[in-house]
């Protein structure tokens, strides 16, 4: 027995993974046990390397073992490793709070912690609707949500998202969202351009709202790209009427960048392209360049203030989590935000973008093709039965199993989202780097679509 085979052996006896039908290890989907990782890549425990193209599902952005990383989870280590957040602080969240506070749209000015994405889901939701009682405004309990959105799978992030597969078996514990139409340039009429389906959805927000505003607390969205959904990517200008229309109506905007955030689409922050600030901020992922579980939740004076009371009262902001602003993550966060600043990375990867796109362009032409899309350093391909016409393969037809399978054997990791193949690779991947993906990417088309 290889020492990755009693490594997966071992596992199957204990281990329940996320996001997985463990059936399917028994049959067609290969356990990959990973001994240790470097930069762009992985290694299992007999020495074969993987090309990470999804940077661990979207956390490290700047590759693995980053050495300045290392040195600051080790340094926090000798000083403090945790301590409650509740009546105490510390340097590290303090000063991580500070450098945010710097780099977020002006008037974000308060950070609120938690651990996870959907964590900082839940809190922004709570706060939202919060905030609006504590304004005597009780009748406003619902969100509003786009359609194919995903913002993660507790419950109130659920009810918030849009994605059956995730959503379909618990919908008896979940709030009724609203949903509006997605932006989503993929679905554009004929002759239509991202901008002009961008305009078309937002004027079914704008419907949307006139009719259910007086109950609606906040829009919750991912700016940019509904990243779970399959990558789909909509224009920057649904985000500004999106802006402009949740001021004209009295409702808070909610952008969950928890995945897009930190350079993934060209700029720090994905709502910066359409030059707009939400009341809430939404960061997590690659916060900690993959090191740590830690999120924030950023939003400004204004909301702020309205839970500003004497302790006893129900106006307070009462919501915990035991390793809120662990000062270990926020050191490799802080880390994590200089390395940004220091490499010049936004700089680079617009470089880097160039060389993704172009190692793929010519996979637009593919007859089981519908589209290649980009996004900054995300690059999306969809698969489609008849190419341009955008016949969806069934599903249960696991054409992207079969791309996995396949990127693994040229030493790729890959994660498809259905009929939706993407590149999602660390910061730090070269153009040699690039190649392979591309290389590898085009051959996982052909696999994956050989059977008509």
Known sequence: ?????????????????????????????????????????????????????????????????????????????GTLDHVLLAGFTHAPVVELSEALVARAPAGLSRCFYADSGSAAVEIALKMSFHWWRNQGRAKKTRFIALAGGYH??????????????????????????LTAPSPDGYFAAPGESPRDCALRAAAALEALLEQHADEVCALILEPRVQCAAGMRMHDPEYLRRARELCDRHGVHLIADEIAVGFGRTGTLFACEQAGVRPDFLLLGKGLTGGYLPLSVLLTTDAVYQAFYDDYATLKGFLHSHSYTGNPLACSVALATLAALDADGTLARNRERAGQLGAAVAGLAGHPRVGEVRQAGMIVAVELARDGRGRTAYDWRERRGLIAYRHALARGVLLRPLGNVLYLMPPYCVTPDEIALLGTTLAECVDAATAAA
């Open 1 to 77: 027995m290889s020492r990755n085979d009693e490594w997966v052996a071992r596992d199957l006896a204990v281990v329940w993974h996320p996001c997985t039908q463990m059936k399917d290890h028994e049959r067609e989907l290969p356990l990959l046990p990973i001994a240790r990782a470097r930069g762009a890549w992985l290694e299992d425990f007999d020495g074969r390397r993987y090309l990470d193209a999804i940077s661990s599902w979207w956390t490290c952005l700047l590759g693995h073992a980053d050495p300045r990383l290392d040195a600051a989870l080790r340094n926090q280590l």
């Open 152 to 177: 993660g799978e507790t419950l109130g992030a659920l009810s918030v998202g849009d994605l059956g597969l995730y959503k379909a078996n618990y919908a008896p514990l979940l709030l009724e969202q």
